[in-house]
């Protein structure tokens, strides 16, 4: 589903490479739990996993299609088709309603609209029940929501449309025990659901067991060797 080949990535101006990475093969619908200390480089991996990043040299393949062959618009239609974000701020708009947040996917992708059972609107419904946030706030501002709601909201977002690949960085580091409890069980349940593969970031290491492997990017990283 994803593949990663003889990667090098350098920040512009650095000098040296950052992240260094010989092969890594993710399989559909399985779960990743990626972790390291602050500054190793497990935010740009994602970005780069996502398409938002590409690398300089290597390749980085999401369904077989590199995604340094795509130029910058193509890029961003093949990520709303395919990857599903949840931001470690969550990066809601905060102007427009918690329904409409959950909607944005669709919006941007005719893909996932369409692998909405009903509709765009049923499924976000849907996906907010499962995630358990009342109808009763889902016509409010996503600014007006507690940062658990808000959380909630994110992965709904992320969720909808069946994405193939689901990355969350540092998702629960704002969460105390046992809504980081709950959040995990309705992530983990929802890729389970769709099919989707997970790559989850935290320095959690109590959450590693979770996830069908465990990735140290350190030893991955062959520029921090």
């Known amino acids: 589903m994803l593949r990663i080949r003889d990667l090098r990535y350098a920040w512009p101006g650095a000098g040296h490479d950052c992240l260094r990475i010989t092969e890594l093969h993710l399989a559909a619908g399985r779960t990743v739990f990626l972790h390291g200390p602050s500054g190793c480089g497990k935010s740009t991996l994602l970005g780069l996993m996502a398409g938002v990043l590409v690398a300089q040299q290597g390749r980085v393949e999401l369904l077989g299609q590199d995604w340094a062959a795509l130029r910058g618009g193509r890029r961003d239609a093949r990520r709303a088709d395919h990857v599903g974000v949840i931001f470690q701020q969550f990066n809601l708009l905060p102007y427009l309603t918690v329904l409409d947040n959950v909607l944005l996917p669709c919006r ?28 009763s706030l889902w ?12 959380q909630r909201v994110a992965a709904a977002r992320a969720l909808i449309g069946a994405p193939e690949l689901v990355i969350a960085d540092e998702p629960t580091s704002a969460l105390d025990g046992p809504l ?24 959690d290491d109590r959450l590693a067991a979770r996830f069908d492997e465990s990735l140290s990017l350190p030893l991955l990283n062959r520029a921090a060797a």
């Open 180 to 203: 980081r409890d709950d959040f995990m069980d309705l992530l983990l349940g929802e890729c389970a659901a769709a099919g989707s593969t997970l790559v989850f970031v935290s320095h």
């Open 108 to 135: 941007f992708s005719a893909l996932r609209a369409s692998r909405c059972a009903e509709s765009p609107a049923a499924a976000a419904r849907l996906l907010l029940q499962r995630v358990a946030l009342p109808p």
């Open 139 to 150: 016509a409010r501002r996503a600014d007006a929501l507690s940062v658990g709601q808000q």
